[in-house]
């Protein structure tokens, strides 16, 4: 809950199966809130893979589920 209240972004990190993704899920629905959960891959390089990258070709950003989820948070500060 504090966590939530510095506005920071939270990183859980355990094995697989720990219930990481259903406690976040539960808590957020216990408190009104929205849950993101943007899974990390372990072969992500750079990041490019978590923040999204400019394609010269199409001459636009290509955004990832991350950077969308930090707008959709930016546009509702009052949203948990």
Same mark, same amino acid.
């Given at each position: 809950?504090?966590? +939530?209240?510095?506005? $920071? !972004?939270?990183?859980? *990190?355990?094995?697989?199966g720990s219930?990481? =993704? /259903? !406690? #976040?899920?539960?808590?957020? @629905?216990?408190? &009104? &809130? #929205?849950?993101? !959960?943007?899974?990390v891959k372990?072969?992500? =390089? *750079?990041? $490019? $893979?978590?923040?999204?990258?400019?394609?010269?070709? /199409? *001459? *636009?950003? +290509?955004?990832t589920p991350? =950077?969308?989820?930090? #707008? @959709?948070?930016?546009?509702?500060?009052? /949203? !948990?």
């Amino acid at each position: 809950m504090t966590l +939530l209240k510095t506005h $920071d !972004i939270i990183i859980l *990190s355990g094995l697989s199966g720990s219930g990481k =993704t /259903q !406690i #976040v899920k539960a808590f957020a @629905e216990a408190l &009104g &809130g #929205v849950a993101k !959960i943007i899974p990390v891959k372990p072969n992500w =390089t *750079s990041s $490019d $893979d978590l923040l999204g990258y400019f394609n010269p070709i /199409q *001459s *636009s950003y +290509l955004p990832t589920p991350f =950077t969308e989820a930090i #707008v @959709e948070a930016i546009l509702n500060p009052h /949203q !948990i």
